[in-house]
């Protein structure tokens, strides 16, 4: 499976400098001890590998538009499509912005997996938010915000490895904004 997204994506770097200072990596092997998958590679984007059946896991830029236009037809294929919203507002979310332009409190990070004939199968959406309560200065949170997986996928385990992913990158996020995520 050739890929088209580059690895580098997700800053390999801060994910290698998190890995070493954020306390949220120590349950990182837990959630990877009771994977059904084998992971290639240590970061948030990878190949993982089960019965022979392999899928890519990349995070998804606002910029990439067929990627973003596939998660939103999965979407709509997958919810009443009145209760979707419009594209533009996937595109900001992904950006860390509102549809008004103004700032999110999250930065949304999605991640795909891709069946090795290119088919989004399952996306995941979460992110870190820093915490606005006085008393957790300089914390982080992790918040998902919804996973969803094509009916053939369903019950395979893949959603979890997205939000292992999803879980590293938040960790590389809080470290290159100086924020600890416990």
Known sequence: MQSQYSL???CSACVQESMALQPVWKMVPDLM???KYQREGQG???TVERDGKKYEIRM???TDEKTVQEIQELMEETFVKEEVDPIEVLKAA???RLFDGSKDIARYRLYVARDEAGKIQSVYTGGMVGMAVAAFP???MFMGAYGITRPESQRQGIVRELYISSMMQAAADAHSQGKNFP
Do not use: L, M, W
């Open 8 to 10: 580098a994506d997700s």
């Open 33 to 35: 001890k009771n994977s």
């Open 44 to 46: 948030p984007e990878c």
């Open 60 to 62: 998804v830029h606002s």
């Open 94 to 96: 992904i950006d860390g």
């Open 138 to 140: 300089g914390e982080a």
